[in-house]
């Protein structure tokens, strides 16, 4: 394929994406050392690029590493638990940090060079004192002096901000209402603006490319439960991770963890089925449900390639209307990614499954395996004694899933009559 069909190709996949993208809010945060690495330029291009297909942005930066990187050698700060005091010189750096780093990314988001992604872009970027905070207090005898916390987020004002076509962008300092400056954790203001706003995504840009297993092995998707059960051992990323879990569990749809140093990161964790880094949500990423008409097509395209190499036997999609009940989906952000379904002979307690079909990007995967399982659960608790399949090409898979083979004359007597002598399929059965 050239490369000119490729990123056709592409673009014609996102379209989906792109329309699911549209009008949504999405906070995102820039984790230390964004704002100082080597591909901080192309990201605010996809940046202005998700700004421009119509989402609401809300950019909040952190600052910790580039207020120590500011600190005189004599001004070195104490951390407890985590956290930075910060006494009257440290605010000082702070706010002066905060300020500084605001106005690279107002600079870099108002260019409008030719030939770069930014040309007419015209973004608006506005600030505002929409957290306000209050101070830590003394913890175990520590009193952390001008470090804060949030206290209420002006939800109404980042709204405002987002209603004009502006891009909000939040710095990690609050104000109390007497008039005090507290220094604060930038990803609890991601994570308390996106509850308060009711964001549609909390994306967390760090250097590491997202969760990981003991094993290193990047982990594309989990629920809430299964991600605060990780053993993590950079207290960034797990600080990262008990925001992106608490905020999902407060509402907020999802939340990812992904690199900024990863060169178009953001825009293929945002575009592509697989994503670049770790997804959250409070629900499962991949749902399993029952099919419905508005399913046909998808079926369809699942199936074709193996009716046609003989795998499966061909339905027509009169029968596909007629028998979509009997379906069940395996779904990722509304694309059907495997297929199959039972059929049961309910007068003599067994049930058939059929079709099953994974899509070619998702195979060996435990996909079909996860579906199986549902339908057995399913010819359970309809009190069917065992299921059977016939296969030509997928013997050895059923089983190792537990099926046994039996002969064609122990199958239904209904189904019996349809079984076809040419075919030869394999007969298998497993006990429910």
């Excluded at 913890?139 to 109404?156: C, K, M, N, P």
């Excluded at 089925?273 to 099919?291: K, M, V, W």
């Excluded at 499954?353 to 994974?358: F, R």
Aim: charged share 25%.
């Amino acid at each position: 394929m050239t490369d000119t069909a490729h990123h056709i190709a592409w673009f014609r996949h996102t379209g989906p994406y792109i329309k699911a993208h549209r009008g949504r809010t999405f906070v995102i945060y820039l984790g230390n050392g964004a704002l100082e690495s080597n591909g901080l330029l192309t990201l605010i291009h996809d940046v202005a690029l998700l700004h421009s297909l119509g989402v609401k942005l809300v950019l909040v930066h952190a600052t910790r590493e580039a207020i120590d990187a500011a600190l005189l050698s004599d001004q070195a700060t104490t951390f407890h638990n985590g956290v930075r005091i910060t006494d009257d010189e440290t605010l000082s750096v702070a706010s002066e940090t905060a300020a500084r780093q605001r106005v690279q990314l107002e600079q870099l988001l108002s260019m409008g060079l030719p030939n770069t992604p930014l040309t007419g872009a015209r973004l608006r970027v506005l600030s505002g004192n929409v957290i306000t905070a209050r101070p830590i207090g003394i913890r175990d005898g520590i009193d952390y002096l001008h470090s804060g916390t949030v206290r209420r987020v002006d939800a109404e004002g980042v709204r405002a901000i987002l209603d004009h076509d502006a891009i909000a962008l939040l710095s990690p300092l609050g104000y109390s209402p007497a008039g005090e400056l507290f220094s604060v954790s930038a990803s609890e203001v991601a994570e308390k603006v996106a509850v308060a706003i009711g964001a549609d995504k909390l994306i967390f840009l760090d250097r590491h490319p997202g969760l990981q297993t003991a094993d290193g092995e990047l982990i594309r998707q989990c629920t809430i439960d299964s991600a605060v059960r990780l053993d993590i051992a950079d207290p960034e990323q797990q600080r990262l991770r008990d925001s992106a879990c608490r905020s999902c569990a407060n509402g907020v749809a999802r939340s990812h963890l992904l690199s900024y140093e990863r060169e178009g990161g953001l825009l293929e964790e945002l575009f592509t089925h697989d994503g670049s880094g770790t997804l959250i949500a409070q629900n499962p990423y991949e749902q399993a449900r029952a099919a419905d008409i508005n399913d046909i097509a998808s079926i369809v395209e699942l199936i074709r390639p193996l009716e046609d190499s003989g795998a499966l036997v061909k339905r027509s999609r009169e029968r596909l209307e007629e028998e979509i009940g009997y379906f069940s989906l395996l779904e990722r952000d509304g694309r059907v990614l495997a297929c199959a379904a039972l059929y049961p002979y309910a007068h003599e307690g067994v049930g058939e499954i059929a079709c099953v079909a994974t899509h070619p990007d998702y195979r060996g995967a435990g996909r079909a395996r996860q579906l199986l399982d549902e339908l057995i659960a399913e010819a359970k608790a309809c009190s069917l004694e065992y299921v059977f399949v016939l296969t030509t090409q997928s013997t050895h898979w059923f089983l190792e899933q537990g099926f046994e083979p039996v002969n064609p004359n122990e199958l239904p007597l209904e189904k019996q009559q349809l079984y076809n002598w040419q075919r030869n399929a394999a007969v298998l059965r497993r006990a429910v």
